[in-house]
């Protein structure tokens, strides 16, 4: 069973950086194929995707966030990291991180998903 579980400061001061880590048992992050994902969904909104690396350490990210979004892993570890920058209130959500077997662009639907962590809530104060 792969368990995926989200780990980061729940508030994050506006124009900082948000990193968060998601850290992956069960499974490994360099098995042929899967690709990691991270997924947010704002208050009163859907869920919308944010980018992936996938099992060869190849990354992309949505085009409107591209410029303030890097996502890496540790695979020492078996955890990846987002990283989003100069964050707005407008980036308070509960962030998601999540598996596919493919890569998932632009789509953050969740049966295209095998599996979520819980989520974590995190704020950006203004």
């Known amino acids: 069973q792969v368990q995926l579980q989200e780990s980061g400061p729940g508030l994050v001061k506006t124009s900082q950086t948000l990193s968060l880590t998601c850290t992956v048992s069960?499974?490994?992050?360099?098995?042929?194929?899967?690709?990691w994902s991270w997924i947010r969904q704002s208050p009163g909104k859907g869920l919308e995707w944010i980018g992936y690396?996938?099992?060869?350490?190849?990354?992309n990210y949505r085009p409107s966030l591209r410029s303030r979004t890097s996502i890496s892993r540790d695979t020492s570890k078996n955890q990846f990291t987002l990283q989003l920058s100069s964050v707005t209130p407008e980036d308070t959500a509960v962030y998601y991180c999540?598996?596919?077997?493919?890569?998932?662009?632009?789509?953050?639907?969740?049966?295209?998903?095998?599996?979520w962590g819980q989520g974590t809530q995190v704020t950006v104060s203004a």
């Open positions: 999540a598996r596919s077997l493919g890569p998932s662009s632009l789509d953050a639907s969740r049966r295209r998903y095998d599996y």
């Open positions: 690396i996938g099992y060869s350490g190849s990354t």
């Open positions: 069960g499974g490994s992050i360099i098995t042929s194929g899967y690709y």
